[in-house]
């Protein structure tokens, strides 16, 4: 049998620390799944079936010509809208729609997107282009948050619901345009979730976020840091229908 080895005077004094306590033992209430599942407002409701879901930040992201923006402006068409989308076979639930269009001048809009522009302002889906948001200093992470407050503070003035914000391209507003850093991604996600949280406290406006962004060429690697993937809540990646070349 194992004998343990004499403890020395020196080790076997009592510890006041461990034998004396000077306060109680804390008690430990362990969380409530239960509640928690059953409470309305801890549930994530989609708002584009399994799409995009309510308050949170959903990140599009694929590669040159891979029809990004046509994905998220027909996203915001069929929101504004609110009925069944054909497109993507689900249920929507209705909201106002706000389109930060950081990459495309007027004339882009009216040569890609002529159609779809008619239609997204007999929606009502509100568009910011390229040389408004310039003009609004919005071309920087502070100035995109700032943004996205003013617009929150306007639609809750104006007694909305519910909210959806698209940032496109958020590559863009980088001090090196196209390439942001692993701070600037990080920097933009936290200003955008706490806003998230702020609106809801604030005004009960449930504010959901769509941002877009760039792979490479070879659609193998992202646009600049790619903490935004590990950051956000969910990632659709766009990719060329049969392999990289789409064939």
């Known amino acids: 049998l194992y004998t343990p080895p004499a403890a020395s005077a020196a080790n076997s004094a009592p510890s006041p620390a461990m034998d004396t306590p000077t306060e109680p033992p804390r008690r ?3 969380s409530d799944l239960g509640d928690i599942a059953s409470n309305p407002e801890n549930r994530v409701r989609p708002i584009l079936g399994n799409w995009l879901k309510q308050r949170e930040i959903t990140f599009i992201v694929g590669g040159s010509k891979s029809s990004k923006t046509t994905l998220g402006v027909q996203m915001a068409i069929d929101l504004c ?3 069944y989308s054909e497109l993507f076979d689900c249920e ?8 930060l269009s950081y990459e ?18 007999k929606k009502g889906v509100n568009i910011i282009l390229k ?32 909210l959806t914000i698209f940032i496109d391209n958020f590559t863009l507003v980088a001090k090196n345009p196209g390439n942001p850093t692993a701070k600037e991604c990080k920097a933009l996600y936290e200003g955008l979730d706490k ?7 604030k005004a009960g406006l449930i504010l959901t976020i769509i941002v877009v962004g760039h792979t490479s060429k070879d659609g ?3 646009r ?11 990632v659709i990646l766009i990719s060329p229908i049969g392999g990289e070349n789409g064939e």
């Open 81 to 83: 809208d609110g009925e």
């Open 131 to 162: 040389e408004q948001l310039e003009n609004l200093g919005a071309f920087s992470v502070e100035g995109t948050l700032r943004l996205c407050h003013d617009i929150c503070d306007g639609e809750m003035e104006q007694g909305a619901k519910r």
């Open 224 to 234: 600049g840091s790619s903490v935004m993937v590990d950051l956000v809540d969910s």
């Open 220 to 222: 193998k690697k992202l």
């Open 104 to 121: 495309l001048k007027p004339e882009q809009w009216g040569e890609r997107y002529y159609n779809a522009g008619n239609l997204l302002k």
């Open 28 to 30: 430990i209430v362990y």
């Open 92 to 99: 929507v639930l209705k909201q106002r729609v706000v389109y």
């Open 195 to 201: 806003l998230i949280e702020e609106c809801k406290r």
